[in-house]
Nanobody, 123 residues
Framework: QVRLVESGGGLVQAGDSLRLSCSAS????????MGWFRQAPGKEREFVAG????????YYADSVKGRFTISRDNAKNTVTLQMNSLKPEDTAVYYC????????????????WGQGTQVTVSS
């Protein structure tokens, strides 16, 4: 069973940057796509960004495209989300998730989840 642990959340002002990290242990990290999702209060969990198994392909929600960058290091079993030009609407709990061999934006295709890290962006 894969264990995912996120870190790097916090309280920032609009326009600032944050870097989220996710560390994986106990499973086949390099065999799986990885993704970041987020959930704001009163809203459903939504896809943010994903990365293919070898890191060669990345894909983003339209709302974060051009501002967020996802990357992975299979040697270290980590995936990161660099978030720039943060907006108040980016405020949410961010979750790291382990996916299948194929890329997907559907949360049902991600079988292991971290506990989440809070990101709060003030205006």
């Amino acid at each position: 069973q894969v264990r995912l642990v996120e870190s790097g959340g916090g309280l920032v002002q609009a326009g600032d940057s944050l870097r989220l990290s996710c560390s994986a242990s106990g499973g086949t990290f390099s065999w799986s796509t990885m993704g970041w999702f987020r959930q704001a209060p009163g809203k459903e969990r939504e896809f943010v960004a994903g990365v293919s198994r070898n890191g060669g392909n990345t894909y983003y929600a339209d709302s974060v495209k051009g501002r967020f960058t996802i990357s992975r290091d299979n040697a270290k079993n980590t995936v990161t989300l660099q978030m720039n030009s943060l907006k108040p609407e980016d405020t949410a709990v961010y979750y790291c998730a382990l996916g299948r061999a194929y890329i997907s934006r559907d949360a049902r295709d991600f079988g292991s989840w971290g506990q989440g890290t809070q990101v709060t962006v003030s205006s």
